[in-house]
């Protein structure tokens, strides 16, 4: 059985259902030994995978550990795989990891992993060198998730998101057996010029500007002027009173 996982931009793409598509396992009691602690990251939560030592605000593992996962490596530690591949989609569509789903709307993203949580669920995030986009999607995801469990801290409803470092190129490079198709690049010639890389790069781009302005605002602190306690309020609501037609009355009798 399929599903169309939509994405921000034109048609969606059919792909495994989210319940085709990693087996679910029995999952035994964890020897806690096993997982790698997080030194540089916020949450300072064990993790499943061995992870590079890189400042990123998600962990990354390498194309060598991701191999191991396709291979069943770990998977007495985990009950779901998702591979969330954030390139546009004619990029996808010319080649992809198997198993893959194409999302590079942070909204859809946040719908599908949200709305119902998946339990035991490893989720990497890559883009086509997991410079930018894998990166910011990653992100995204790892503070809307903190955002919701904020009264909960350090609590996270996926504590294992990673970055697939040196993304799809770096994979498909050493794996290709374990990749379905080939390797469009981002800037081939045809999608530059047919206009779909301007495209796509400027949704993205606006989706992403606006859930940052957003965060912004959530930051202000509220105006003085919204204040019912403050000087401004109080002076407005007594020139509001003066000015009505009832205030008027009062006053003249």
Known sequence: MSK???????????????????????????NCLLRTKSCNFADKAPLILPIIDKTDAVPRITKETMNDLLHGKYHEYFEKLFIIDCRFPYEFNGGHIKGAMNCNSP???????????????????????????????????????????????????????????????????????????????MHTQEYVDNGDLQHYHTVFQDEIEKINEKKREALLPPSKSSCPFSPLSNQRKKSCLLDSPVATKKRCQ
């Open 4 to 30: 169309h996982f939509p994405t921000l931009f034109g048609p969606s793409i059919p792909l495994p259902d989210f319940e085709d598509t990693i087996e679910i396992r029995p999952k035994p009691k964890k």
């Open 107 to 185: 909204t859809t993203l946040f719908d599908n992993f949200f709305n119902q949580i998946t339990k035991g669920a490893i989720i990497v995030f890559h883009c086509e060198f997991s410079q930018s986009r894998g990166p910011t999607m990653a992100g995204l995801f790892r503070e809307h998730d903190r955002s919701i469990n904020w009264s909960h801290y350090p609590y996270l409803h996926y504590p294992d998101v990673y970055i697939l470092d040196d993304g799809y190129k770096g994979f498909y490079e050493k794996y290709l057996d374990n990749c379905d198709g080939g390797y469009i690049r």
